[in-house]
């Protein structure tokens, strides 16, 4: 009963948005080509409640798998009692997730948008993942001089596994384009159509 509440009621309101569900379950994105809008109901306590997550996920950095770059939970624990008092609960959050989604959407709505919106946020890891991404969209504003600062930021800290390692590399290889717009662009789009193939996304063509 928890799962159909939680299918059915968004539907309208999500579809309206520009969202869709993950398949079968109780997770709503929308593909905007370089990055994805995130909604997700994630179960609690042997998915007998939920709390609401509402983010975006950024996939310039080849991965095999989702992530919440920016933003994250976005209520309290929602247990599940009676099918009335869920119900109440989940349109709630519907509407609280609305309200994010159009942020979002407004937020990253252009690269210029999406700098300020990159640029003030502070990173769960900042010295890792906040200069990566913040290097990335200053080198695709064209503003290489910022660009560099963070991508020298994230490579004057050490890594400490090899996942880091990796990161490394591939910010290190970023930094060599980051004076030609043309050359660094296309790298972050070969990095783009990386992700979007290893998580199945449909093949779409970028404009910016």
Known sequence: ???????????????????????????????????LIFVEFQPISHAQSVVLNVGVGLLWYPKDYFSFDIGHRESKVIPFESEAQFELAVNELINTAERKVLQYQSAFATLETACEAILAHHFTSESLWGNFHKGVICGLNQDAASAMRYFNALLSVNPESAFEVEIARHTTRLRTFVTDPNRFKLAIQEGIQQTRENLKLPFLELSW
Do not use: C, Y
């Open 1 to 35: 009963m928890k799962n159909t509440i939680l299918k059915k009621l968004p539907a309208t309101v999500f579809s309206a948005l520009g969202l869709k569900r993950w398949k079968q379950s109780v997770h709503w994105f929308e593909d905007r080509n370089w990055h």
